[in-house]
């Protein structure tokens, strides 16, 4: 009998070891997967964080250097630096270029001439023109960018000869991109009560040759708001929620932010948004999957590989989407502006003939302003399907921007052929739209340039294709015209200024 009892009480005690020995295994089991869990979401919400922050860098520092070269377009012009001989420009250079151009086209709020004492010669606000006594408090807050650009100026002047030489580096030709002397000063102010792109340049010719009596140069100061229309469209093309300037000592509990510019204290703004936090979605998705895995350890294993390969792909298809959005136009699908320079480029590494074509829409203002922006992105959705389908594979189509479109044909249409897409571009765009039980009317002209035969860069290509595109609009629009059809003098080194 106490033989048995002792037996018994072995048989209890391994049964009450295993019993212990799983329910350790089981409670290892939960917490080893608890402790990688964390781990998992912490890292998630740390990658995460940091790949939205380089995203919305990135953005930031787009927008400015976007509003850097729209500026450099005429700050870095012979027909500028000429125009201001006699310390000022002319009505109409101002009418021309300040307002109808940087302002119609790129929202620049102020364009001031001044010298380096804050003198200003010539003031745009809001597209009209006002006296200078109205531009000083502004001149006084970007006083330092002007001190600075004054720095880089000098810094790059060199005696050479009687005259001065800018000694900076020389633009690339092959870049598709307008050239930027690198002497300009930008930040990020808060100007009229909005978040803007502040830029001070000197005006220089495109010779980099000063005059001794010209030493001491004008300056160029423009201001480029960041509108709530336009945080809102960076905001959908990063797909992210909240973004806004917000003071930095006000910064919601759960936001994340980026600097906004030089400015480093408690009451400069910031770029806020709220963050996708990726790691409470891992939290959400696999937490009711622990508690399975305790109890069947085999499934726990299977289990979590299939989540994290979920997470995974989900991970990938983010970064595909997010490669898709940087290249393409969000409205109408088509190739964007860094898209088009990449097929550009490709076209000219190809190292074969290629056409490059400018289509611009005709009366397209007009149906905006008639029938609101959702005709407009009507017609641009109608027509850039309509070009997507008669250039097909025979080349690619991207919108620049507005109603700008470009198309890249390859080395395998022969030139007639590619007239004659060209000129279906122009015919399909002035069909009717279907827009809210109505017909919408637009039209559009084109200009074509032949690689190698108008020009071995892309530089020179797309100025060869924007003369030909202005002189269409010249001769009546709804049509299109070839580089053979331009005059070397109607060549400029910038892109000619769009017409009505």
């Not at 307002?99 to 003031?123: C, K, P, Q």
């Amino acid at each position: 009998m106490i033989e048995q009892k002792f037996q018994d009480l072995g048989r209890n005690r391994t049964v009450w070891a295993i019993h212990v020995a799983c329910a350790l295994v089981a409670v290892l089991i939960i917490a080893s997967l608890l402790f990688v869990l964390n781990r998992a979401v912490g890292e998630a919400d740390r990658f995460g964080l940091s790949a939205e922050r380089r995203l919305v860098a990135n953005e930031l520092r787009h927008q400015m250097d976007a509003a850097i070269q729209y500026q450099a377009e005429l700050s870095f012009w012979t027909e500028t630096y000429e125009e201001l001989a006699d310390g000022e420009l002319g009505d109409a250079f101002v009418s021309d270029q300040l307002i109808d151009w940087l302002w119609e086209d790129y929202r620049f709020s102020w364009l001031i001439i001044t010298d380096r004492g804050l003198n200003a010669s010539t003031v745009v606000h809001q597209g009209a023109s006002v006296a200078g006594a109205e531009a000083r408090q502004m001149l006084a807050s970007v006083s330092d960018l002007v001190e600075e650009a004054a720095r880089r100026y000098e810094s790059a002047l060199r005696y050479d000869k009687g005259s001065y030489v800018l000694d900076i580096v020389q633009p690339d030709r092959r870049s598709t991109a307008p050239a930027v002397p690198g002497i300009h000063a930008v930040d990020l102010r808060s100007i009229d009560g909005e978040m803007s792109i502040a830029i001070v340049q000197a005006v220089i010719p495109d010779s980099l040759e000063i005059s001794r009596e010209r030493r001491n140069p004008a300056f160029m100061v423009s201001v480029r708001p960041i509108t709530a229309m336009a945080m809102q469209g960076i905001g959908t093309k990063l797909g992210m929620s909240g973004l806004a300037f917000v003071p930095l000592g006000r910064l919601p509990a759960e936001s994340a932010h980026v600097a906004a510019g030089r400015c480093a204290d408690f009451s400069c703004p910031v770029l806020a948004w709220t963050p996708k936090s990726p790691g409470g979605f891992l939290r959400a998705e696999i937490l009711p999957s622990v508690i399975i895995m305790a109890i069947t350890a085999a499934l726990l294993m299977a289990f979590v590989a299939l989540r994290f390969s979920a997470v995974f792909a989900a991970l990938q298809q983010s970064e595909a989407l997010n490669r898709h959005m940087a290249t393409h136009d969000p409205l109408t699908g088509l190739l964007n502006r860094g898209g088009f320079e990449e097929a550009l480029k490709a076209a000219f590494r190809a190292g074969e003939r290629f056409a490059l074509v400018y289509v611009d829409l005709d009366r397209f203002k007009a149906v905006n302003d008639q029938h609101g922006h959702a005709a407009g992105d009507a017609v641009l959705t109608a027509v850039a399907s309509r070009f997507r389908a008669r250039v097909a594979e025979h080349g690619a189509v991207a919108r620049l921007g507005g109603d700008e479109f470009a198309v890249i044909l390859s080395g395998a249409l022969d030139a007639k052929t590619a007239r004659d897409l060209a000129a279906g571009l122009v015919h399909d765009a002035a069909l009717p739209v279907t827009f809210d039980g109505g017909m919408l009317l637009v039209g559009a002209s084109a200009g074509i340039a032949f690689h190698p035969a108008h020009g071995g860069t892309g530089r020179d290509l797309m100025a060869v294709a924007d003369a030909a595109l202005y002189l269409a609009k010249k001769r009546g629009r709804n049509r299109f015209c070839s580089g053979d059809d331009v005059r070397p003098a109607d060549v400029s080194g910038k892109a000619a200024k769009k017409i009505g």
